[in-house]
């Protein structure tokens, strides 16, 4: 069953197709199962030559975790064509995208364990890049439990980083203030201190919950580590700008 669910879903995820939730069918689902079958179907993805290259954090600030009544984040997988190498997004394979920033951690040393701490992690990062992730569940109307969420690798989709590397000592990461705008109009702000306090601790989280389930994140993986802001619905012809203050801007064009 488990497999099945993966199959159906990796087919969903790479055609950009709609789904009804699975837990309507398979109630007895839960969130154990959903991280195997997210597994699953993340390994269909690279069986067919898709290479996991990184990791990503939802679920990062405590009101999105009380608005879905859970008590940590989520995690989900990152393959080589979830990767935009231009600030284009294509609206053909996809179903509701949304857009948010982030700080992206770019990892050369591996990382594990329960023990992990936020200096174990500075001493594995290459470079911090800013980052917007391109959020589209495979659900229905966007409308999905916890379970079904984690099964549907935590609706990932898309993602683009910045062209400007930074040491991790370059500045404050938690204190980075962040303005979205789209079509030029602003609407969304925060900080990058609303996930998890700080972005480092989003890694530290990431490792330790990756623990549990014999993962790892290895040498030349990028982390996205949580929005900072609310994914911002995006259709064709808008355009995304996320202005990073004292680092850079990152743009997305949405076309059909």
Do not use: C
Request: hydrophobic content about 40%; glycine content about 6%; charged content about 25%.
């Amino acid at each position: 069953m488990i497999t099945d669910i993966a199959n159906k879903i990796y087919m969903h995820q790479k055609n950009g197709l709609e789904m009804d939730k699975i837990t309507i069918e398979y109630p007895e689902l839960n969130v154990n199962n959903a991280y195997e079958i997210q597994r699953l179907s993340i390994e269909q993805a690279i069986k067919n030559g898709d290479p996991l290259i990184g990791w990503k954090m939802g679920l990062t600030s405590i009101a999105k975790q009380k608005s879905v009544n859970v008590d940590e984040p989520i995690y989900g997988r990152l393959t080589k064509s979830m990767e935009l190498e231009e600030n284009q997004l294509s609206m053909e394979g996809s179903i509701h995208p949304r857009v948010e920033p982030e700080i992206a951690f770019m990892i050369n040393k591996p990382l594990f364990g329960q023990d992990i701490t936020a200096k174990d992690v500075w001493d594995a990062t290459e470079y911090i890049v800013p980052a917007l992730e391109v959020i589209d569940s495979r659900y229905k109307n966007f409308s999905f439990t916890l379970t079904d969420v984690v099964a549907d690798n935590a609706s990932s989709s898309k993602f683009i980083v910045g062209k400007q590397v930074n040491s991790p000592t370059y500045t404050s990461w938690d204190q980075i203030k962040v303005e979205l705008y789209k079509n030029g109009v602003k609407v969304q702000s925060g900080v990058s201190s609303d996930v998890l306090d700080h972005p480092v601790e989003s890694v530290v989280k990431l490792v330790k919950m990756l623990s549990k389930n014999g993962e790892q994140i290895d040498p030349g993986m990028i982390i996205l580590t949580g929005g900072i802001t609310e994914a911002v619905h995006v259709e064709d012809g808008d355009i995304i700008e996320a202005h990073f203050e004292g680092i850079e801007k990152v743009s997305l064009q949405v076309k059909k």
